[in-house]
C-alpha cells in the first residue's frame, strides 16, 4: 500500500524559504504525477503545484509561480517543494498528493494523499 509522507514544515519570516519533501513508499514504478495541494484554516483545500512522473512538466498555481519550484529524485521516490520569498498568505498545512494519471489541479486526480506539514509565516 503506498504511503506518502511530508515533511520540512516549520516556521519561518516573510521573505524567508522552506524546502518541503515527500517520499512515496510502497511502489516499485516511479510512473505517477505527484502534486502539492494546501489548506489554510477556514479555507478549502487548494492547488499549489505538480510535476508528471518524470519530472519533465511541472505546473504552479499563479500565486506561487516563480516562487516555488518543484524537483524530483525518482530513484529516491521523492518530491521536493522549494518555497522562496515566502509570504504570510503562504501559511497552510502543506499535502504531497500522488495520482497515477497525468498532472492536474483538482483533488480528485490524485488518489493518495499523505497527513501534511505545517508551514507557518511570521510577518
Known amino acids: 500500500q503506498e504511503q506518502l509522507v511530508e515533511s520540512g514544515g516549520g516556521l519561518v519570516q516573510a521573505g524567508g524559504s522552506l524546502r518541503l519533501s515527500c517520499v512515496a513508499s510502497g511502489r516499485s514504478d516511479s510512473h505517477y504525477s505527484m502534486g502539492w495541494f494546501r489548506q489554510a484554516p477556514g479555507k478549502e483545500r487548494e492547488y499549489v503545484a505538480a510535476s508528471d512522473w518524470n519530472g519533465a512538466f511541472s505546473d504552479y498555481a499563479d500565486s506561487v509561480k516563480g516562487r516555488f519550484t518543484l524537483s524530483r529524485d525518482n530513484a529516491k521516490h521523492t518530491i521536493y517543494l522549494q518555497m522562496n520569498h515566502l509570504k504570510p498568505e503562504d501559511a497552510a498545512v502543506y499535502y504531497c498528493?500522488?495520482?497515477?494519471?497525468?498532472?492536474?489541479?483538482?483533488?480528485?486526480?490524485?488518489?493518495?494523499w499523505g497527513q501534511g506539514t505545517q508551514v507557518t509565516v511570521s510577518s
Open positions: 498528493a500522488a495520482g497515477a494519471g497525468g498532472y492536474g489541479h483538482s483533488a480528485s486526480t490524485y488518489a493518495s
